[in-house]
């Protein structure tokens, strides 16, 4: 290799490391914004931050890269899409979501979409699979009350509007990024409420056993009896007692700003414990009805199941799509038209 031509790569490379670490550190600034300003207050900050998220970014670009390409949505390929088919019940239901989803109205009237010809997103959907008693042909024999399992998809929701594929992958990132920051300021403030909570209670257990010491010493034992005082008595010092370790750990775990730094950094530290994309395979029927294995007149239908910590599992599928599937009303002619122009 020429020295002149060395020095060319080695000059892009820098400037590929040195965009890729500005781009590292708009993105701690982000999460900074998002969990708690007052981090910024703390030395080295960003070097606490910056493996972590680095991780993050791994595990994003590992669960991009592990989606399959995004799916072409059109009314003509419903009856030839498999996965089209199990999504909508009718081309019609496309058409009904893409009509009526407003954040998607909005992005196809803006200066990014402008002159776009196709749009890429996101599509969301629960899974389900229910049983039923139907009608199975077997040769030339019909059987009847033959248990059945039916796929449904639904609760459809579209996100991360792009006009390119490099940038629906930077609104991936960006979104499970999001999601660890909310997390973080979760833990975060969880931890604030939970002190505040057991410092309000144990004060007012300290009262109250104030109270029954003080009720054992006079007359109240003629009604309520010794030994039901003091039963009462006892149960409040053990509920003090662990109101007051567990207050005891909070204050070593979550005892100022600093402590909340290291929330957020093992929260994205972590982002590969309780995030991971499951992939399945469907054997379906034009009826959707889900069989054992591929037969005639069965579809294999690849999914990916999206797992996030405790919440329901979603098929997530990368699409793309027309402009022109979403229908403007004559209210959105202009910016339809203006759209069609390439101007804004």
Known sequence: MALGDWFRKWREQRLYERQAQARLGQQIDTVIDAVDPRLRMLIG????????????????????AALPPPLEVAHTRWSQEPLLRASFTTPEAIQELFDNHRVLRRFLSSAKARGATTIYAGLGMSLQLSKRFGHM???????????????????????????SLEAL???????????????????????RMRKESLTEERTKLRMRLRLYEQEALGLATFWHGE??????????????????????????SAADIDDFLDMTVETFSSAGKDTRLEKRIFHLDNMNIHHDGPGPGIAEVPMA????????????????????????????????????LGVH
């Open 45 to 64: 900050y960003r070097q606490r931050l910056d493996p972590a998220l680095r991780h993050a970014l791994q595990v994003a670009d590992t669960l991009y």
């Open 137 to 163: 042909l077997q040769g030339d024999v019909v059987q009847r009350e033959v248990a059945q399992q039916v796929l449904s998809l639904g609760d459809h929701r579209l996100s991360a509007f792009a006009t």
């Open 305 to 340: 199941l999206l797992h996030i910590a405790k919440r329901p599992p979603r098929v997530i599928r990368l699409i793309r799509f027309s402009p022109d599937l979403v229908k403007f009303d004559s209210r959105d002619g202009l910016r339809q038209a203006a759209r069609a």
């Open 227 to 252: 030994e039901l005082i003091e039963r009462h008595t006892d149960e409040l010092r053990k509920k003090l007692a662990a109101a007051e370790h567990e207050l005891g750990e909070l204050q070593e």
């Open 169 to 191: 992958e930077a609104q991936v990132r960006e979104r499970l990024l999001q999601e660890l920051a909310m997390r973080s300021t979760q833990a975060v403030f969880g931890a």
